[in-house]
């Protein structure tokens, strides 16, 4: 790894240890009225370091400053800007709506579970897990089935979906809750669809095998089907 690299590693490392020391620091320290803006900056923080902290595990030969996903697509960065927005602009005209905390909570264990379910997909799938669909297999390309995959087919899917949404409700925004259920339904529609033509022709009647037995275990999305 060349030092412009190391570098562009080291200081998202840094911004994301200074943002969880910060989500600490709010929900410790400030007015229980900024208590869910806490934990989302520690959400937020630790998610994105945990998915390069687990990649440097299963797959360290792929290891780049995007396995933070911090820059993961410009619409998940205006996603993220509207959802400041929201927070900031409702915290000002309606306080009381922010003082929601059992709503909020709802938000927190979703995002922990989602957490959970993503990366438990991410360890349980090893080096055959990657965050690009791919569109070559790999020698030591495996279909697995067991673990979480015998529960559902997508579950680093599943997981991300979960805690996407779970950050909106612990901000207690309703409209980017909304917003992100459905944006996030889209996105993982067309996700599945692509990435199951690929192990469809990496693997055959294998995968077909599989469908047919283990949901995607996302909320009315079915996969490509190729009868």
Not at 78 to 102: D, Q, R
Request: charged letters at 10%; hydrophobic letters at 45%; aromatic letters at 16%.
């Amino acid at each position: 790894m060349n030092l412009i690299l190391l570098l562009q590693i080291v200081w998202r490392s840094i911004l994301l240890g200074i943002g969880q020391a910060l989500g600490i620091t709010v929900t410790s320290c400030c007015s229980t009225n900024y208590h869910s803006l806490g934990w989302y900056i520690s959400i937020m923080s630790f998610f994105h370091f945990s998915e390069f902290v687990v990649t440097s595990v299963i797959r360290p030969q792929n290891l780049t400053p995007e396995s933070f996903l911090l820059n993961h697509s410009k619409a998940y960065g205006i996603a993220a800007l509207v959802s400041w927005v929201e927070y900031w602009t409702e915290l000002w005209l309606f306080p009381g709506l922010k003082k929601n905390y059992w709503i909020s909570g709802i938000g927190l264990f979703l995002c922990i579970g989602g957490e959970i379910v993503r990366k438990t997909a991410m360890l349980t799938a090893f080096h055959n897990f990657d965050h690009l669909i791919r569109t070559q297999r790999e020698e030591h390309h495996q279909l697995v089935t067991g673990g979480i995959y015998s529960l559902c087919r997508h579950p680093s899917y599943v997981g991300w979906f979960y805690w996407s949404i779970g950050t909106q409700i612990i901000l207690c925004n309703p409209l980017c809750s909304v917003a992100y259920l459905i944006a996030s339904w889209k996105f993982f529609n067309e996700r599945v669809f692509e990435e199951e033509v690929t192990l469809l022709h990496f693997f055959g009647k294998e995968y077909v095998a599989y469908q047919s037995k283990v949901p995607t275990g996302l909320p009315f999305i079915h996969g490509y089907n190729i009868n």
